[in-house]
C-alpha cells in the first residue's frame, strides 16, 4: 500500500472535498488520484523517487473550466501545478515542484487556429508539435514549425520554457505573439493586441498599448496560458547548408570566433551549435559497446567513436531559409569565412521548394530520436540539462569547456557538452546522462550537478532554465543587490496570487504562502 | 503673476517642506521650480495651454539620488514624472499627464559604455542620438545607430515609448536587453542576466532566468529605467537599396501585398513606410506657399506639390544592410517582385565600407530635418500622432486610408499618412499638423482626433502609442473581457507603487491613489 500524497498543511478530507468540488467543474474522470495516475506524473528521469510527488492531477477542458478551478483551489489551498503535456525531460517532467501540489494537465486543450494568410497560429497548451505538423502537413498549409530535438512535447509549454529549436525561428520564446492568460483570482487576461476584444493584429503585433506582458508568464508562476499566439516560419524558396567537423578540443576557440561576428552582423539568423563526438553516439550506440570501466571515456575509445561515425572532436551545423539567390549568396559568405582554416570534412545540404522535405529538426519537422540517449548508460536511463549563458566569445568557450571537461573527468562522467551560439550570446548545453538504478552514479550525479553551478557562477555565468530540483540554487545565484529580482518577483507573486496556489516554488519564486518551502540553497 | 501649480491635495507648505528635501539629495540648483523653468517642462506642440503643466522639476544625476527621491516623493506624495530628455514630440513632449506632476528631469545622466566585442552598449537616460553618435565616430567604433526621424531626442527614451528607426535594427523596444530600474519603493533591481550581479552577459542575453521584465517598463509607470542595455549594428560591408513612387492613391493596395511576403520571409529585414506627397512638402515648404483657402488641399495643390518635388502619390524607400553579395541578392529578389507593375520612378541606392556614408536615417546618421514640418501652417506649429496599428493587408490598408482620407477632408485637414510595414502588422502613422494660434483649428484637431480613434476603434485597431492627453481614450479602447488588461496593470501598479507617486495616468494606469483623475473617456 502506498502513502497518500497531500498538499502541504491540507487535511485528507479537505483534500477530498477540493476533489469533489474539482470533479464538479472537469467530471468524476478527470480527477486523477489513483496511485497509478500519480505514477504518471513523476519525472521518470530524475535522480529522486522520493521528491516532487503530485498529489493527483485534474485535467481541464477550457479556460472557463480553469478559471474555476482555480477559485476552489484558493478556497481549499490545493497548489496547482500547470503542465501544457508534461515532457519537459531534464527538466522535471510532469512533476511538481512541490510535493502534494496537483498537476493541472492541460494536454486535453488540444485547439489550433491557423492564420494562413499572415503566417501565425494560435495553440492550446496540449498541441504537441507533431500535432501542429500534422495539422499543417494534411491542409498542405505551407508553414514551418521549429521544432526541438526531442519534440514530443508542447509547442505552447517549450516555447514558455524558453526551449529551442534549429531553424531561424529556434528561439521559440521570441516568436510568441499574444497570449490568454488565466489568472490565479479566475481573471482572463489576453496580452498584446489581444486586449482589444477581437483584434485582428493579436497575433501580428507583440506589444500593444503600455506595458508589454507575454515573458512575465514564461518560465514563471503568475498565470496558467491557455492560449498562445505564435509565428510560423513561411515555406523556403530554398534551404542550404553544410556540416563541419573539426579535429581537436581547442579548435572550439577559433571556430566560435569565426562564426560570432557572422551571427551578430545576421548574415547567419539561425543559432548553430557546436557539439562533441557524444552527441551521436550517445543517440546510435549505448555506452557498453564502448567501454565497461567506471570514470570517462579514455581518449582511445573516444578515437574509435570518432573513427566509426567518421566525426570530429566537435562538430558544427549551419543553414540558411529563404529565396534561391540569397541564401546561396549567405553560404557563399559564411563558407569564405572557414576557408584555410583546419576544417576536417565537410558536407552540404541544399534543398529546393518542390523537393521532398528532409525529415529532420532543420527542416522543421519533429522528431524523437535524440531521445535515444537517455540510455546510454543502460538501466532505467535519464539525464539533466546544466546550460549556463556566457558571452559569444573563443577563448571563453574553450575555458569554460576545459573547467567543464575537468569536471566531468573528476566524476567519471562523459562529456555531452554543446555551445549553441545566439545572436549576442551563447548557451553551453550540459546533457548529463546517468542510469537511475546506480545509486552510486546519482549521488555523483548531484555533486557534480553543484560543481558545475558553482564553478560557472564564479564567471558569473548563470543558466536559463533549470531542472525543478535546481531551481532555487540557480534563482539564488542571481544576487545583484541582495536578489533584488526575487524580491520584484515575490512582491508581483504575492499581489496577484495572494494564496500563493499556483505553482509554489516555479524557478525560485515562492509566494508567503510558501516560503518556508524554499530549499536553504 | 502666474499661479503656482501644486501636486494635487498637496499643499503649499508641504511641497515646500519636499521641495527642501529633493534639495538635500540633488542640491537647490537641481531642485527647479520658477515659473520659466515650469514653462520649459511644457508640452510646446500642445492644442492645450491649460492641460498637463508641472508643478517643476528635479533633476538628478544618479540612480542612488533617484532612489532617495522617490522615498520623498512617497512621504509628502508628489507625483513624479520621469522623462529621459523629454523630446517626445507629438506625444507630450516634457508635459506630466497629471498637472501638478514633478518632472523628473533625467537628462543630466548621460553615461555611455560601449562593449566594441559585443556590439551593445549600455546608456543613461540623457544620452541622446547625437551623444551616442558623436561617441562613436570620436573612438572610430564601427557601430551604426537606428535613429527615427527626428533624432534630437533620449535613445533610452525612444525605445521606452517604442519608436522607431529606418535600419534593421528600427524596431528599437526589440532591441532593449537589460535595464537597471529605480522601483517606486526605492529599491533598484536589474533585469535579464543583469539579475546576476557582475554577469558579462547583461547585454547579450535579454530573458535571464524565470520571467522577463524588461518590456514591462516601457510605456509604463513601474519604475525609473537608469540604465538600458541596446544592441547596435554592426557596420555592413555595404547599404543597398532603392526609392519608389506611385501614381495612384489605390496603388497602396499591390503595394502593400508586394512586400508584405517579403517582410514575413525575412528577405527584407528593415520596416518601409508607404508614405504620401505631403511628407516631403510639410518639410521643405509650407502651407501658404501651395494654397491659402480653408479645407483640405484639392487634388489641384496635389498636383501641383508632386509636379514640384517630381514625386508620386505614395512613395516607399527599401534597404538592405550586409555583405554585399547577400545584400545584392536580397535587392534583386525585391525589385523582382515590382516588375511589370506600374511604377512612376526609381532611384537606386548604393554604398560599400570605405564611402563616405551618407547622412541620413538610413545610415543610421542622427537629423531633425522631418521636424520642419511643425510649421506647414504657420503660427506656432505643432503635430500630434495617430497610429492605429492593423493586419499588413493591401486591402486593408486601402480602405484604411480611404476612410482616414474621407474624415480628414471632412475636418479640412490635410493628409500626412503613411503606412509602416513590420514584420506581421502594419503601424498606419498619421501625423496631423496644425497652427497652435488658431483656436478654430484646434478645435477641429481636438474632435478629428476623437473621430479616428472610433473609426479605428470600430475596426478593432488600436494605436501603438498616443499623445499624454489621449492616453485614457485609447486605453479604453483595450476592451477585453471589460478591460481585464487595465486590471492587471493596476493591480501590480497599486503593489509596486501604493503611495501611487510614479507618472499617474501614463498609458491609463491609474495608481489607487489618483483613480479618480481617469478621465471619462
Not at 137 to 154: A, D, H, K, T
Not at 298 to 308: G, H, L, Y
Not at 456 to 484: P, S
Amino acid at each position: 500500500m502506498t502513502v497518500k500524497i497531500l498538499p502541504p498543511g491540507v487535511t485528507a478530507s479537505a483534500f477530498d472535498q477540493a476533489l469533489k468540488a474539482f470533479a464538479g467543474i472537469v467530471g468524476d474522470e478527470w480527477v486523477l488520484v489513483t496511485d497509478q495516475d500519480r505514477e504518471a506524473y513523476r519525472d521518470f528521469f530524475s535522480f529522486s523517487d522520493t521528491h516532487h510527488l503530485a498529489s493527483g492531477a485534474v485535467a481541464p477542458a477550457s479556460a472557463e473550466q480553469i478559471r474555476a478551478l482555480v477559485q476552489i483551489a484558493a478556497q481549499y489551498r490545493i497548489p496547482l501545478w500547470p503542465i501544457s503535456r508534461g515532457k519537459n525531460l531534464g527538466y522535471g517532467a510532469a512533476a511538481p515542484l512541490l510535493s502534494g501540489s496537483l498537476v493541472l494537465d492541460l494536454s486535453r486543450m488540444k485547439k489550433i487556429e491557423v492564420d494562413v494568410e499572415n503566417d501565425t497560429v494560435l495553440v492550446e497548451p496540449g498541441v504537441g508539435f507533431y500535432d501542429l505538423y500534422h495539422h499543417l502537413q494534411e491542409r498542405n498549409i505551407p508553414l514551418w514549425l521549429s521544432v526541438p530535438g526531442n519534440s514530443w512535447g508542447s509547442v505552447c509549454g517549450n516555447a514558455l520554457d524558453r526551449g529551442v529549436g534549429y531553424t531561424t525561428y529556434g528561439d521559440h520564446t521570441s516568436r510568441i505573439c499574444g497570449l490568454e492568460v488565466v489568472m490565479p483570482d479566475g481573471d482572463l487576461v489576453r496580452t498584446g493586441m489581444g486586449a482589444m476584444a477581437g483584434a485582428p493584429t493579436w497575433q501580428l503585433y507583440r506589444y500593444g498599448f503600455g506595458p508589454a506582458w507575454d515573458q512575465m508568464f514564461v518560465q514563471s508562476n503568475f498565470g496558467i496560458v491557455t492560449k498562445m499566439g505564435l509565428w510560423l516560419m513561411p515555406e523556403p524558396e530554398s534551404l542550404r547548408g553544410f556540416d563541419l567537423e573539426f579535429d581537436k578540443p581547442e579548435d572550439l576557440e577559433w571556430v566560435v570566433d569565426t562564426v560570432a561576428p557572422l551571427r551578430r552582423d545576421g548574415t547567419l539568423q539561425q543559432s548553430p551549435s557546436i557539439g562533441n563526438w557524444l552527441r551521436q553516439a550517445a543517440v546510435l550506440t549505448t555506452r557498453k559497446e564502448w567501454y565497461d570501466q567506471p570514470g570517462a571515456l579514455p581518449d582511445s575509445v573516444i578515437e574509435a567513436i570518432r573513427k566509426r561515425f567518421n566525426i570530429g572532436w566537435w562538430s558544427i551545423s549551419v543553414r540558411f531559409y529563404g529565396p534561391d539567390e540569397v541564401t546561396a549568396a549567405s553560404e557563399k559568405v559564411v563558407s569564405r569565412a572557414f576557408e584555410g582554416r583546419p576544417v576536417l570534412s565537410r558536407k552540404d545540404a541544399v534543398w529546393h521548394r518542390g523537393q521532398p522535405r528532409e525529415q529532420s529538426a532543420w527542416a522543421g519537422v519533429p522528431t524523437t530520436m535524440p531521445l535515444q540517449n537517455a540510455n546510454w548508460h543502460g538501466g532505467r536511463g535519464g539525464h539533466v540539462g546544466f546550460s549556463p549563458v556566457m558571452p559569444t566569445n573563443g577563448r571563453l568557450a574553450l575555458s569554460q569547456f576545459q573547467r567543464t571537461y575537468a569536471r566531468y573527468n573528476e566524476f567519471g562522467m562523459d562529456y555531452h557538452g554543446s555551445f549553441a551560439l545566439g545572436e549576442r550570446h551563447t548557451t553551453n548545453v550540459n546533457q548529463v546522462l546517468f542510469n537511475k538504478d546506480d545509486p552510486q552514479m546519482l549521488k555523483r550525479v548531484q555533486q557534480f550537478f553543484h560543481a558545475l553551478v558553482n564553478d560557472a557562477t564564479r564567471e558569473r555565468y548563470g543558466e536559463y532554465r533549470t531542472h525543478i530540483e535546481y531551481m532555487d540554487l540557480v534563482a539564488d545565484t542571481y544576487d545583484f543587490n541582495h536578489h533584488a529580482l526575487r524580491r520584484l518577483n515575490e512582491k508581483i507573486k504575492n499581489a496577484l496570487d495572494p494564496h500563493g496556489i499556483l505553482a509554489p516554488g516555479k524557478s525560485g519564486i515562492w509566494p508567503a504562502a510558501y516560503s518556508k518551502e524554499r530549499s536553504d540553497a
